[in-house]
């Protein structure tokens, strides 16, 4: 029992100290980038690699999230118009945002269901790579779900209480049950979808973005 908590804790701390490592040093790059006048989306994409180095390190949902948070916090404090305030108007936020968090959560289960880290870590690289011929935002985002998740994806961010329209990244096939799918988990706060007992014809499988205390979308993976 002694064995099992110790473990835990020493878990915990490692993914703490990974999460605080990737920040620190994404934050000292952006500053280096801003300084060398460098344009915002060179710093932004910095901001999603360390929030995919995070996902794949640690593996753990919880930490992934705490990095996505923070980093989208900090980018927004320190590097887009208006500065040092959180109104995040250049990249659309909170879509984007939700977005991110929804990839992290995405790739965190699916970095701990590998056992493999070198397979892994030659996919960030892989990432990387790709990001360096990016011209957007968009193009950034797209190439994360693609490159990591290998299938198309679709994001529903909260707007009030209800979801916005969807935003698709990759080409699928779209079924009309689909938004009725997305609707019942952000309702629900369960899987819906492909390959559900719920809203099965969907060509999508959709799961809640979301903290312990907040909903922030939908995202679903093509089946």
């Not at 779209?174 to 938004?179: E, H, L, S």
């Amino acid at each position: 029992m002694r064995l099992h908590h110790s473990a835990d804790v020493h878990r915990t701390l490692r993914n703490g100290l990974v999460c605080a490592l990737v920040l620190v040093s994404v934050t000292s790059a952006g500053l280096l980038f801003d300084m060398a006048n460098l344009q915002e989306i060179n710093i932004y994409t910095v901001f999603v690699l360390g929030i995919l180095v995070t996902a794949v390190l640690t593996a753990s949902r919880l930490w992934s999230v705490v990095t996505s948070v923070l980093g989208v916090l900090i980018f927004n404090f320190l590097f887009a118009d208006p500065r040092f305030s959180f109104q995040a108007v250049n990249f659309g936020y909170p879509l984007d945002f939700v977005i991110l968090v929804g990839v992290a959560l995405l790739v965190s289960t699916v970095a701990s269901n590998s056992e493999r880290l070198a397979y892994r870590t030659g996919i960030l690289l892989q990432t990387d790579q790709l990001f360096l011929k990016a011209s957007g935002v968009e193009e950034i985002l797209t190439i994360t779900v693609q490159q990591l998740l290998n299938r198309p994806v679709v994001v529903y961010a909260v707007k009030g209480d209800k979801l916005d329209e969807p935003r698709y990244y990759g080409a699928a096939d779209r079924a009309d049950d689909d938004r009725a799918a997305a609707e019942w988990t952000f309702k629900n706060l369960e899987p819906s979808g492909a390959r559900t007992p719920r809203f099965s014809r969907a060509g999508f499988l959709y799961s809640l973005i979301r903290t312990e205390d907040r909903r922030y979308g939908v995202i679903g993976v093509a089946a």
